[in-house]
């Protein structure tokens, strides 16, 4: 595996019964079995893999709310504020500095959508500064391009995928939660349309509410219990420069086919937005309709399509299991896709073409990961009426890193019947089956 996680001890004790299991130790999943333990709730957190394994640890590192779709906006400015306060309630250093977020660009139309959205983000409470060409070149010292202007958000921040989630799991492990890696949940315990629980490959852990977390492979879980949720998982790949200098006064730069992050180790997170694969797949074909919006729309133009052997038993395949065999999860402890050599060397080149200083910089590492995206790339953080008990959070379609945390609130608030923080209409599982239009997707 090219990415390396803090390690997190599982917990010695083995749980029969909780109050509420959550599925998938994403930043998601520990965001939400943190904020249940702290109401009081006993609390299991288990994982097929191990702790960020997967798209939590495999992320850029950006936490923003700059040019965030309206209807995410809240919950960015929340997760934001529970950022900032996450390193002294824990004790534990997630990565985190609010070291602002700098977008920089050539094209007059896409200065005009940002002044645009950030018009509209104001009303929200979200404030930025627009740039001119003179101070983007003040922030991005030693590039080399034209700059027609910019967007700054000082504070938006970032954090280290490889501290993030870990550190955030060991904090729900302090206020008494369990947790456990190597165990996948290969389904539900329902009785009479209520969750009774979740079989494990170590066997049954009763509840009456779970949480699931489990990022590219929930919807194949939910689907071998009758629950349509539809996602496609895009492949990203990103790349760890060797240690260089810090050029940049921000701490983390949209520029022209490149995307970076200042890590705290003095090297960079590196990757070309938007650029990624869709792996043809059943459940893939399936949902293609209530793609077309996302296929239309420019953000789309950069994908590309493979058939390869994850048609037949990665997270998009099809087929069902008994929970006294080895399930799909267990096959598949940690999904981890080769990069495309040809991004990688993508993103170098346009770095480089824009700083010159970086020319030589080398790669320590590259990787890639599976995004799941739903249609109009808002999340899914709803109940549903099919299982009562069940809470659903996933689709979050490259967000979750930053939103993790308000995320973890809005779900505990769900299990909890409580009245969300935030308005949920737009994150509700039905908006693609009761009739309403499919939202073409702006913002990234």
């Not at 052997?309 to 998009?316: A, K, Q, R, V």
């Not at 890639?368 to 996933?394: E, Q």
Request: charged share 25%; proline share 6%.
């Amino acid at each position: 595996m090219p990415i390396i996680v803090q390690p997190v001890q599982n917990s010695a004790e083995f749980p029969k019964q909780v109050d509420v299991v959550v599925i998938g130790a994403g930043i998601v999943g520990t965001s939400a079995a943190y904020e249940l333990a702290r109401r009081k709730l006993s609390v299991a957190l288990i994982e097929k893999g191990i702790v960020a394994g997967e798209q939590s640890g495999r992320n850029w590192g950006w936490v923003r709310q700059q040019n965030r779709d309206l209807h995410e906006l809240p919950l960015a400015i929340y997760s934001l504020k529970r950022w900032g306060e996450l390193n002294s309630e824990i004790g534990a250093d997630l990565g985190f500095r609010r070291a602002g977020i700098l977008y920089a660009t050539l094209d007059p139309s896409e200065l005009a959508r940002w002044e645009k959205w950030s018009e509209q983000a104001r009303p929200m409470g979200f404030h930025n500064e627009s740039l001119t060409a003179a101070q983007v070149r003040e922030r991005m010292k030693g590039s080399t391009k034209p700059w027609l202007g910019g967007i700054w958000s000082p504070t938006d921040g970032r954090a280290e995928p490889s501290m993030a989630a870990p550190a955030i799991a060991e904090g729900a492990k302090a206020l008494g939660a369990f947790v456990h890696q190597n165990c996948a949940a290969r389904g539900l315990d329902i009785a009479n349309g209520q969750v009774k629980g979740v079989w494990t490959e170590r066997g049954l852990i009763r509840a009456d509410a779970v949480v699931l977390a489990g990022g590219a492979w929930s919807s194949r879980l939910l689907r071998r219990h009758g629950i349509d949720l539809p996602v496609v998982n895009v492949e990203g790949t990103a790349l760890r420069t060797t240690p260089a200098p810090e050029i940049v006064d921000a701490g983390c730069v949209s520029g022209k086919g490149y995307a970076l992050r200042r890590r705290i180790d003095g090297s960079y997170t590196v990757a070309v937005p938007g650029q990624g694969v869709i792996h043809l797949a059943p459940q893939a074909i399936r949902y293609a309709t209530k793609f077309r919006e996302m296929m239309r729309a420019k953000i789309a133009k950069k994908l590309t399509y493979r058939l390869d052997s994850l048609f037949w038993n990665g997270p998009d395949a099809w087929g069902s299991w008994d929970f006294d065999e080895t399930s799909p999860f267990e096959k598949i402890r940690i999904t981890d896709p080769a990069p495309q050599q040809d991004l990688v060397d993508q993103a170098i080149r346009n770095l480089v073409s824009d700083f010159p200083v970086f020319k030589g910089i080398g790669v320590a590492a590259s990787w890639a990961g599976l995004i799941d995206t739903s249609p109009d790339l808002i999340p899914f953080v709803d109940k549903t009426d099919k299982i009562r008990g069940l809470t659903i959070a996933t689709g979050f379609s490259g967000h979750g890193f930053a939103l993790g945390p308000g995320a973890g609130r809005l779900a505990s608030e769900l299990v909890m019947n409580e009245t969300p923080f935030v308005d949920i209409q737009a994150y509700r599982l039905t908006r693609f089956s009761d009739g309403s239009s499919i939202k073409r997707p702006e913002m990234m």
